[in-house]
Nanobody, 127 residues
């Protein structure tokens, strides 16, 4: 089992940047494929980006591709989300998620396939 704690959210102006971090407990972080999702008020949770166990493969939602970058440090049990050129429509609660993956190269893009979730961190982008 893994516990996830997100940090780094806050209020930023349009065009600004934020860096979210997700710290995972346990000694088997490298066994998990990781992802970021977000949920805006009144909307369903949506996929943002995901990264494979080995950190080589990534996938992005079209709405954030070219602006967001996911990375992981298996030695530090962390996964990060660098968000640049932020827009008001990026405003949401951002969640980190983990899933045990036997394949080191797989990325997981659907929230139903994730087993563990953090509590979320609020990102607000003002216009």
């Amino acid at each position: 089992q893994v516990q996830l704690v997100e940090s780094g959210g806050g209020l930023v102006q349009t065009g600004g940047s934020l860096r979210l971090s997700c710290a995972a407990s346990g000694r088997t972080f490298s066994s998990y494929a990781m992802g970021w999702f977000r949920q805006a008020p009144g909307k369903e949770r949506e996929f943002v980006t995901a990264i494979s166990r080995n950190g080589i493969n990534t996938f992005y939602a079209g709405s954030v591709k070219g602006r967001f970058t996911i990375s992981r440090d298996n030695a530090k049990n962390t996964v990060n989300l660098q968000m640049n050129s932020l827009k008001p429509e990026d405003t949401a609660v951002y969640y980190c998620a983990a899933r045990v993956a036997f394949d080191t190269s797989v990325v997981v893009t659907t929230y139903q396939n994730y087993d563990y979730w953090g509590q979320g961190t609020q990102v607000t982008v003002s216009s």
